[in-house]
């Protein structure tokens, strides 16, 4: 079950806010809790499973970290095992496979019977739980935010359905004032309904309108010109409406039941370097990186090699974060790094400083070419890929693409570069306009979402790209 489906919009979601809107204050954490834990059933029993193996084993690990508030050597070593235990829980569910496969081709290569491996199926949403039990603990320890001593208050912070199966990052501080109490009134109801629409049509308008281009650019055999450089921007576009358009429902469900969480993105393709970008790209995972990995590990307290070592590290560690399917995640990640350290050296040199419009294409480039190399199915896969990229297998658009190719894919696309300038012209229009802008603002997410209502009865559920990671 997802947010974009028959059976979440027509049947658990109303019946959990009526559930949830009837039950008396107090009683509304243990509402959420419930409806969280029936939404992973849903998904899998199995999943549902280690979610609460997790949440308990963290809530009792916070409590004896603070319990041991006066022997240090004993908190740590807590606090590191505990760590170390929910690492290694999302290293099997998330590697194991691409780890045994590994193995598997070199025992093939070298001439020996193949092993008979039994694929393990990563449960929805497992690496932001992971993150957020990590950020709680080491809060914990740090004794930047109490312990919580409620285990259904801790329970609902990391299982609230809107968010943890494919984020934002939620930290313990961000909500626990909001855990204890919060306003549920008609004014944060319809303000996160708003959103919550917003997002959907991001998702089913854009996203999972392109989602036939992409399947088929990316498995071309040999692509052209046309068919690789159609299916890296069809899939700049896709990832972009699909993630953030997950994150706006997560937040709109957060503000309809009382809480606010942060914003996920800030217009991340209009971003001048690659510094910017992730400055504006999936803001909880790049903070979290930030404050419990690269300022941890030094930041860029210790010197210039120091710095581009750690900002190396932290990006091939997100690049494993994303996935354990392919290796390319890896070289994602690294990429990523590698670019960082570029501009950070670039910005701290006596080089010239490049001209808004040259920077903010180069840097939107070298994120669509890195996309290829994520989105792609294998190492080889990606080469095909770039190859056709940069001409070598023909120009011409090939037959596969020419089949799927429709007008409402081209409409999807326009409507998607649309809302990604729509924030900058926002201003001119209001100006310009005056209650006109005002009233069509208030309507068009209602009229997106009935759209999108009708194409999720249309069509099949397409699943959220991040659910997989």
């Not at 359905?161 to 004014?187: C, K, M, T």
């Not at 309904?193 to 071309?220: H, I």
Request: proline share 4%.
């Amino acid at each position: 079950m997802v947010f974009a489906s028959l059976e979440f919009l027509t049947l658990f979601l109303p019946l959990f806010l009526c559930a949830y809107a009837l039950c008396p204050g107090a009683w509304r954490n243990v509402t959420l809790l419930i409806g969280s834990w029936l939404f992973y059933g849903w998904l899998s029993p199995r999943f549902l499973a280690v979610h609460v193996i997790l949440t308990i084993t963290a809530w009792v690990g916070g409590l004896l970290i603070d319990a041991l508030r006066e022997d240090g050597k004993g908190r740590m070593r807590i606090l590191v095992a505990l760590i170390v235990f929910n690492t290694a829980v999302l290293c099997w569910y998330k590697y194991a496979n691409i780890v045994a496969g590994t193995l598997i081709d070199a025992i093939t290569w070298s001439g020996a019977m193949p092993l008979d491996w039994q694929r393990v199926i990563m449960p929805a949403g497992l690496s932001f739980i992971v993150l957020q039990a990590i950020s709680y603990l080491v809060d914990v320890h740090r004794r930047t935010v109490p312990v919580e001593r409620s285990f259904i208050d801790y329970a609902t912070y990391i299982s609230m359905f809107g968010h943890s199966v494919a984020g934002p990052i939620i930290r313990y501080d961000w909500v626990r004032r909001e855990l204890q109490r919060r306003d549920f009134n008609l004014q944060n109801f319809s303000l996160g309904a708003r959103r919550f629409m917003v997002g959907m049509c991001m998702k089913v308008l854009v996203a999972d309108t392109l989602s036939p281009v992409v399947d088929v650019a990316f498995n071309v055999q040999n692509p052209s010109f046309f068919d690789a450089w159609l299916g890296c921007l069809a899939y700049s576009l896709q990832l972009f409406f699909d993630f953030a358009g997950y994150s706006a429902m997560a937040i709109g469900l957060g503000l309809m039941l009382g809480f606010h969480f942060p914003e996920n993105f800030n217009r991340p393709y209009l971003a001048n370097s690659i510094q910017d970008f992730w400055r504006r790209w999936h803001l909880s995972l790049s903070n979290w990186l930030r404050d419990y990995l690269y300022i941890p590990l030094g930041g860029n307290r210790n010197g210039a090699w120091k710095t581009y070592h750690n900002l190396l590290l932290i990006m091939a560690i997100a690049g494993l974060w994303h996935g354990g399917d392919s290796w390319n995640y890896l070289l994602w990640g690294c990429a990523h790094g590698l670019a960082l350290c570029a501009d950070r050296a670039w910005s701290r040199s006596t080089l010239p400083t490049l001209p808004p419009g040259l920077s903010h294409g180069l840097t939107l480039l070298f994120v669509s070419l890195a996309w290829t190399l994520f989105r792609a199915p294998d190492l080889d896969g990606a080469l095909r890929l770039y190859a056709g990229q940069f001409g070598l297998q023909g120009i011409a658009l090939g037959d596969e693409l020419s089949t799927t190719l429709r007008p409402i894919h081209g409409l999807a696309a326009l409507l998607g570069v649309l809302g990604i300038v729509a924030p900058l012209l926002r201003p001119y229009c209001e100006k310009q306009l005056g209650g006109i802008a005002l009233y069509a603002s208030t309507l068009w997410p209602i009229a997106g979402f009935m759209l999108s209502f009708a194409l999720i009865a249309s069509r099949e559920t397409v699943p959220f790209l991040y659910f997989q990671f």
